[in-house]
């Protein structure tokens, strides 16, 4: 890119000659147009947990399907932020 040197500004093209908007100097020769831009190499983001690896709290409820007296739960927010979470509970035989 080049600029001029009476004001400073861009030279832009017209006419297979390279003129500055401003103050309409005209360049002598080609003006010289680069660009560059530098990459970075972006980088794996490893998995450290998994649904298999994933501790729940164990508490004693009573199931009213199976009878069972121990059971594990986990909340998600499934509505709108201002509303409260709903808990999920599942059976630790089931779990097993």
């Known amino acids: 890119m080049e600029f001029c040197p009476k004001c400073g500004a861009i030279l832009v093209e017209k006419k297979k000659r390279f003129v500055c908007a401003r103050c309409n100097y005209v360049a002598k020769g080609k003006?010289?147009?680069?660009?560059?831009?530098k990459l970075n190499e972006k980088k794996d983001i490893a998995v450290v947990s998994t649904k298999k690896e994933e501790v729940y709290p164990i508490v004693e409820k009573t199931c009213k399907k199976c009878k069972n007296k121990t059971a594990y739960f986990w909340t998600m927010q499934t509505r709108a932020s201002d509303e409260a979470e709903t808990k999920f509970w599942l059976s630790v035989d089931e779990y097993l």
């Not at 003006?31 to 831009?37: D, T």
């Open 31 to 37: 003006a010289k147009i680069s660009a560059s831009e």
